[in-house]
Structures are given as C-alpha cells and as structure tokens.
Nanobody, 120 residues
C-alpha cells in the first residue's frame, strides 16, 4: 500500500555532509508527518527530525544546528541534510511517514533504512 525509496546514504568523513532522501508512493490520501529516525548498533531507535504537514519541525537534541529536514508534500518526499557529521552519527537512517489510507486509520509507515557511516 505504501512504498518507500530511500537514497543518499554512504561513507562520509567527519565534518562532511550528506543528503538523504525518501520518496513515498502508493494509494494514500494524506501525509501528516514526515520523519527521520536512526538506529546505531546496540542502541534504541531515536528521532532525528520530524516535519509536520504545516511545516513545523522538531529535532533530536544532538542534531540541532547540524541537520535540516525538508520536504516536498506534493511529491511525498522528505530530505535530510546532514552537515558537520561526526562518528557518533553512524547509524541506519529510516524515514517514516504518518499516512492516511482511505478506509484505514492513519498509521506510521517505514522505509527500509539507509546506512550512514562517518569515518576517516
């Protein structure tokens, strides 16, 4: 019902930049929020950034000032610009969207994840 295509992950040096993108497709009527989460080995999944349909944004504490979430609601695409990345940013990054499918209550749907590795 909902498919995601994530891209942009890879290996980057400390202090470098990376841009992730996630495009959703399928038979749905509304996208209420678009978010990025990450999960490092041995750690819980944590919120990186969230953007609501009205443009309001929320960031995890360690990402403020370094990461920027943006989106194109018309194309159901969300981006994450990551600047000044550090080794502790190494994780699998997942996009997630709160989506309304006709006849079904709104649910969170998840992408497959993309690996980001920060290393010299």
């Amino acid at each position: 019902q909902v498919q995601f295509v994530e891209s942009g992950g890879g290996l980057v040096q400390p202090g470098g930049s990376l841009r992730l993108s996630c495009a959703a497709s399928g038979s749905f009527s509304e996208v209420y929020t678009m978010s990025w989460y990450r999960q490092a080995p041995g750690k819980q999944r944590e919120l990186v950034a969230r953007m609501s349909y009205d443009g309001r944004t929320v960031y995890g504490d360690s990402m403020k000032g370094r990461f920027t979430i943006s989106g194109d609601n018309g194309k159901n695409t969300v981006f994450l610009q990551m600047d000044n990345v550090q080794p502790e940013d190494t994780a699998v990054y997942f996009c997630s969207m709160l989506i309304k499918i006709p006849g079904i209550v709104a649910n969170d749907y998840w992408g497959q994840g993309t690996q980001v590795t920060v290393s010299s």
